[in-house]
Nanobody, 125 residues
């Protein structure tokens, strides 16, 4: 059965960095789109990034462009989200999601069919 599991969340000070990981099991990251999303209390789920595991091409939301970078570790069947220059408004539960196929844009949440349970990121001094 296909699963993805997020890890790496925690408490970080404003301006700091954090790297999240999304480990896939039950399937191999060959031709998949892996997306990162977040949801803060009282807000809608926000799409952040999407990467093609086929060629590594990535797409980002304007709110994180230049601060967040997503990458693939094929040896570990894992996708990472490097987050820099974190702000208090980045506080949220972060989710990764997967869908088969090569993405051509930043895909919305309803295009994904494998979801993790999320990891909490808190940016606070």
């Amino acid at each position: 059965q296909a699963h993805v599991v997020e890890s790496g969340g925690g408490l970080v000070q404003p301006g700091g960095s954090l790297t999240l990981s999304c480990a896939a099991s039950g399937f191999t990251l060959d031709y998949y789109a892996i997306g990162w999303f977040r949801q803060a209390p009282g807000k809608e789920r926000e799409r952040l990034s999407c990467i093609s595991t086929h060629d590594g091409s990535a797409f980002y939301a304007g709110s994180v462009q230049g601060r967040f970078t997503t990458s693939i570790d094929n040896a570990k069947n894992t996708v990472h989200l490097q987050m820099n220059s974190l702000k208090p408004e980045d506080t949220a539960v972060y989710y990764c999601a997967a869908r088969e196929g090569i993405p051509l844009e930043l895909l919305p949440s309803d295009k994904y069919d494998i979801w993790g349970r999320g990891t909490q990121v808190t940016v606070s001094s």
